[in-house]
């Protein structure tokens, strides 16, 4: 079945830094969703992405479809302590089901 | 808006018990999902509803799980009987119709420990 990786699992960073993270699959998807989980809560989408070679912008997040079609990545800029939680890429292609990538665990030390 | 309702928010139940969870979705949203997340994992789809249809349940564990949404309103997951390894986060999700640009939204999820 399809496989997304994910990386890094976890990130440790200052206040004020630039985070990246990205997402590789074994398959071609047509979207890519990025979504951010705190404890104790559902995943909230913050970007999709729905064309290859797609570049969207949410405030401080920027999220990339790669032009392959397999891969997608997530950057947040000058990160603020309420950027901690975990971040999850998710992708959907012929079957429609969304796969989940295994989560990147973000601390931000203020 | 109201966002998708799930209860209880937490279960503690031994091994070989029986356990129902309940989702409400978003009014008017006609794709209902139920989605397993084991700690340190991103969410698995269980099971998905169209209406009061279901879609894809390839990867529900059948001999265990069961789903309904019986009105093509609300929905319960029920386990029985539990095993350890059922020990997990399950999340509600629903959209207003399946893939294409109509996004996903989660419930908070239900904590199940099973002892």
């Known amino acids: 079945g399809q496989q997304l990786n994910q990386s890094p699992q976890s990130m440790f960073i200052q206040e004020g830094e630039d985070v990246s993270m990205n997402c590789t699959s074994s398959s071609i998807f047509n979207t890519w969703l990025w979504y951010k989980q705190e404890p104790g809560e559902g995943p909230v989408l913050l970007i999709a992405?729905?064309?290859?070679?797609e570049l969207t912008s949410n405030g401080r997040l920027t999220a990339q479809f790669g032009i392959t079609r397999k891969d997608s990545f997530l950057n947040i800029s000058a990160s603020i302590p309420s950027d901690v939680g975990i971040y999850f890429c998710a992708g959907r292609g012929g079957s429609e089901k969304l796969v989940f990538g295994k989560g990147t665990k973000l601390t931000v030390n203020p | 808006e109201a966002g998708v309702a799930q209860s209880p928010r937490y279960k503690i139940i031994e091994k070989r018990q029986s356990v129902a969870f309940w989702c409400n979705p978003i009014s008017g949203h006609a794709t209902l999902y139920w989605y397993q997340q084991i700690l340190g994992q991103g969410p698995k789809l269980l099971i998905q509803?169209?209406?009061?249809?279901?879609?894809?349940d390839s990867q529900l564990p059948k001999d265990r799980f069961s789903a309904e949404r019986l009105k093509g309103v609300d929905s319960t997951l029920k386990i029985q009987p539990a095993k350890l390894e059922d020990s997990a986060v399950y999340l509600c999700?629903?959209?207003?119709?399946?893939?294409?640009?109509?996004?996903?939204?989660f419930g908070p999820g239900t904590r199940l420990t099973v002892l």
């Open positions: 999700a629903s959209s207003l119709e399946a893939g294409g640009a109509n996004e996903q939204f």
């Open positions: 509803f169209q209406n009061n249809g279901v879609v894809d």
């Open positions: 992405l729905y064309k290859a070679g």
